[in-house]
Nanobody, 125 residues
């Protein structure tokens, strides 16, 4: 079983909202920065948002600004990504990833120690 498990994806109409969850198995998220990525068919995986373990304000990539909100609940060992005003171009598989370092701006996949298997979000009427 993956050490990170995403959930909350599904089929949503344009303009709708979703909250994705990322739960850790076998380790405590408190000590990790967690990032959200997405990958649409035929496209590169892109970073969206990242939250450090120290509670600093989350960092958003340009693609994640405005309609994405990162939150974490350490008591539940879970982080969340809220997505508002969904558009068809938001259709993708959404992944969370954990690193023992701080959030960084290159969104390099190699920077992250653990990945989930992803949850599919489809935006369609």
């Amino acid at each position: 079983q993956s050490q990170l498990v995403e959930s909350g994806g599904g089929l949503v109409q344009p303009g709708g909202s979703l909250t994705l969850a990322c739960r850790a198995n076998e380790f405590t998220l408190d000590y990790y920065a967690i990032a959200w990525f997405r990958q649409a068919p035929g496209k590169e995986r892109e970073g969206l948002a990242c939250g450090d373990s120290n509670g600093r304000r989350p960092y958003y990539a340009d693609s994640g600004k405005g309609r994405f909100t990162f939150t974490r609940d350490n008591d539940k060992n879970t982080v969340y990504l809220q997505i508002h005003s969904l558009k068809p171009e938001d259709t993708a598989t959404y992944f969370c990833a954990a690193t023992g370092h701080f959030c960084e701006s290159t969104w390099s996949r190699k920077y992250y120690d653990y990945w989930g298997q992803g949850t599919q979000v489809t935006v369609s009427s």
